[in-house]
């Protein structure tokens, strides 16, 4: 880098009018203050990027503090102005990184200040969105993967956590697709919750998405039988100050919240996945996530018809059968409440090869379900199941014609 040569404009003025040029052009890439000299106790630095929420450009602050990282969106003059007041009354070091110029303005113990100005290089256009990473819903360096053991104190990943973190994005990525077609209206509060959170990987991930990458209001439930996870999780949530979030010790069948807009029961045993279905549609929840685990219910039920005795003497071909027919029936239930869904294999989120998901968007209008319910009676008599746990819970609160 060179230093400016004198002008009429300070050298603090013109590095503000660069960064006020950046922000008009769409060019910024990110802003870095540091050599941080305010009041706030073990702030030591802030980084921007410019980013859009709810289709309105803003800049989006991350305070990194000792233990923490803070994120604040802003909408473009307020930011600038800010920004203003932060030099140097706050912050000694501005360094500014756009695709036409990098500057980096420092200021003496006196508040002199001085401007360096590099030389411009042919960088990636950035992103307006806030998932920069390519492929990735969410960044390494957001603080609650480090809390959790995703990442060090570096926010690099821990090379024994990378199945982990596929896990996360993965899931990140099909709740956003269901969440753009959902009838959800983003400009009020999101009501999710995660039934049988555990330590909170996705309980994490989903209000981080949620707040943070979208910036909308979420209010995110954790609900866990282990009382240590949940005394665990909301620990860790206390310490990272994310509003929102909470989790409680609960069981799915017993658990009643105010609202549900989100249902998600990832690994629920058995009939649990049913009673979270069922707690999901009596909501009238817009997304449901259920990965099904252990299929008990259904599996003694079943007469193998004769032409498939041959192919279902072998164990493990029954068993994955009874799974086929017990998780095609929650399909065609969910469908018959007015659901668009989908069944398809996703990664395993606790290293066992447990990796479907049933994915319902609730649509506009329910339609008639008459002629799924013809089909699901249908399957029923050909293998002789007198009853489907989903089913019957639908039909005791009349969200299913008895």
């Not at 943070?212 to 979420?218: E, I, V």
């Not at 990832?266 to 449901?288: E, F, K, M, N």
């Not at 008990?296 to 072998?314: D, F, G, V």
């Not at 990664?347 to 799924?372: C, D, F, Q, W, Y």
């Amino acid at each position: 880098m060179s230093v400016a040569s004198p002008s009429a404009a300070t050298d603090r003025e013109q590095f503000l009018a660069q960064l006020e040029t950046s922000l008009q052009q769409n060019t910024l890439v990110k802003l870095v203050l540091s050599k941080y000299r305010g009041a706030e106790v073990d702030l030591q630095r802030v980084v921007a990027r410019l980013v859009s929420v709810k289709e309105q450009p803003c800049l989006s602050f991350v305070y990194s503090y000792k233990t923490r990282d803070i994120t604040k969106n802003l909408p473009l003059a307020e930011a600038l102005a800010l920004i203003a007041e932060w030099l140097p009354a706050a912050f000694k070091n501005a360094h500014l990184l756009s695709l036409t110029a990098e500057l980096q303005l420092t200021f003496s113990k006196k508040d002199k200040p001085q401007l360096f100005v590099g030389k411009a290089v042919q960088r990636e256009a950035p992103s307006a969105e806030h998932n920069r990473e390519k492929k990735r819903f969410l960044e390494l360096t957001r603080p609650f993967l480090r809390d959790l053991g995703v990442t060090n104190a570096q926010h690099e990943l821990v090379p024994a956590m990378a199945r982990k973190w596929k896990q996360i994005n993965k899931f990140v990525e099909v709740f956003a697709h269901a969440l753009n077609s959902s009838t959800l209206d983003q400009n009020q509060p999101l009501h999710a919750v995660d039934f049988g959170s555990g330590k909170g990987y996705l309980t994490f991930a989903l209000h981080d998405y949620l707040s943070h990458s979208l910036g909308l209001d979420a209010r995110v439930r954790g609900v866990e039988l282990r009382e240590d996870m949940v005394n665990l999780c909301n620990a860790a949530a206390a310490k990272l100050e994310q509003p929102g979030l909470l989790f409680q010790h609960g069981d799915v069948r017993t658990y009643a919240p105010e609202q549900i807009d989100i249902m998600i029961a990832l690994h629920a045993c058995d009939v649990a996945t049913d009673y979270a279905l069922h707690l999901g549609i009596r909501s009238g929840a817009a997304i449901i996530m259920c990965s099904p685990c252990c299929h008990k219910q259904i599996r003694p039920q079943m007469h193998t018809p004769a032409t498939l005795k041959p192919m279902l003497q072998y164990g493990v071909h029954l068993g994955q059968e009874a799974e086929m027919v017990t998780d095609s029936l929650r399909a065609l239930l969910l469908e018959a409440c007015g659901y668009d869904t989908k069944v398809f294999e996703f990664v395993s989120l606790e290293h066992t090869n447990k990796n479907k998901m049933i994915l319902a968007v609730k649509r506009a209008e329910a339609g008639n379900p008459t002629e799924l319910l013809g089909k699901i009676q249908a399957i029923k008599d050909f293998y002789g199941i007198r009853e489907h746990c989903l089913e019957t819970l639908l039909k005791a609160d009349t969200l299913l014609p008895a």
